[in-house]
């Protein structure tokens, strides 16, 4: 009995191969898609996405969650500065718990205006929690914090061991 007819096997091994290339290799083709989904997805759920902002989000008036701190050491002490524009003393806590401070505060905005022809009423609430590892030598007994134009400072001073001054070692050229 004869065998059916096969058609050659590198041609169809070929043709295989060209296709699945094809299927697999348009990179701007899958860019291109890319690039659409995330504008499609922009367009369609930026306003419902801005109107719905967990409480988190809506902090000091910002973009952060968090106010901005700076850490500056000096001779003496540390000084912890954190800008909480907006924001009253009463708000604002300090505690010095297990070898870290931690600032919380929390804002809540109220905003009312009536007039002839319109109505606006926001509000918008959120807090902030921001702890700082004591580091080593600090007088945790002496701590000091003070609010001023919305700027809260916490100093904290050094011990007389970690004050004293630093000694110069000479190096041996060898």
Do not use: C
Not at 36 to 47: C, H, I, K, M, P
Not at 76 to 93: R, S
Not at 124 to 138: D, I, K, N, Q
């Amino acid at each position: 009995m004869a065998e059916p007819a096969k058609t050659a096997p590198a041609a169809t091994e070929a043709k295989e191969i060209a296709e699945a290339a094809t299927k697999e290799w348009r990179p701007f083709t899958t860019l291109r898609r890319a690039v659409d989904r995330l504008v499609e997805d922009f367009d369609r759920d930026f306003w419902r996405a801005s109107l719905r902002r967990p409480f988190s989000e809506f902090d000091l008036g910002g973009t952060a969650t968090v106010p901005a701190a700076d850490v500056v050491e000096t001779d003496k002490d540390y000084k912890v500065t954190l800008e909480l524009p907006g924001m009253a003393e009463k708000d604002i806590d300090v505690k010095v718990t297990n070898h870290a401070i931690t600032v919380t505060g929390e804002k809540k905005e109220e905003k009312e205006e009536k007039r002839k022809d319109y109505y606006v009423s926001e509000r918008r609430y959120g807090s902030f929690r921001r702890s700082f590892e004591l580091p080593a030598g600090v007088n945790s007994d002496a701590i000091a914090a003070s609010f001023a134009n919305g700027v809260l400072t916490v100093t904290l001073p050094k011990t007389a061991d970690a004050q004293k001054a630093e000694k110069r070692i000479s190096i041996n050229v060898g």
